[in-house]
């Protein structure tokens, strides 16, 4: 790991396959949401226990739509301090990690009547959610989104959500982007659709593992 970077690893959309990934060590661990299937409580209980078995020591996780369940219109607010102790739930907020500036969007629904709001000055963004027209399998992200990204500019943009749309691109551009490479400053946002299982949810891909430097991102794992 070069000198003065942070190693941050990433899943999405595990569906209670949790422990059929391999998580390589780093400072930073995030999930990207769907961590259950259909909020069932088994798969609840097992991730938090799985969570608290890790080395990192920061991990962030936002829920998705498989967590929706747990915080049904009407019914009391998820108390995610008690039902996942063992990592940090963002929920519209940020925080700062090992010199990074992390913010994590809650999932809302996918109708496209969301406001979202973004702070500039990201090192990461976490969503479950794609912005509209990247990652997304051409019509399964939010356009909204989409657009606040592009206003915000984090350095890295995290998501799932759509599993077989899997893949990471930088920037306006959209070129591909893959293990080994780097992404600087000037490349843009670094667009990653970290989702582990496929379409039928059977667990399929590694996690994505970045060195975070101050002026580079470095692709270690894809």
Known sequence: MAEGSVRVVLLSDTHAHHDKIDVPDGDIFIHAGDFTSFGRKPGL?????????????HKFV???????????????????????????????????????????????????TRSWVVPSGLDILISHIPPGG????GNGGCPKLHDVVRTAKPRIHAFGHVHEARG????????????????????GTLFINGANVNHARVPTHPAVVLDVAPSAVHIMAA
């Open 45 to 57: 209980v097992s991730f938090n226990n799985w969570l608290g078995t890790l080395p990192h020591k």
């Open 62 to 112: 936002v829920t998705g739509n498989h967590e929706e369940p747990l915080s049904m219109p009407g019914g009391p607010k998820p108390n995610w301090a008690t039902l996942l102790p063992n990592a940090t739930v963002l929920e519209n907020c940020g925080t700062t990690a090992a010199g990074l500036n992390i913010h994590g969007v809650s999932w809302q629904g996918d109708d496209g």
């Open 134 to 137: 990247i990652c997304d399998g």
């Open 168 to 187: 990471m691109v930088v920037g306006g551009t959209a070129e591909a982007k893959k293990e080994g490479d780097v992404v600087t400053g000037d490349d």
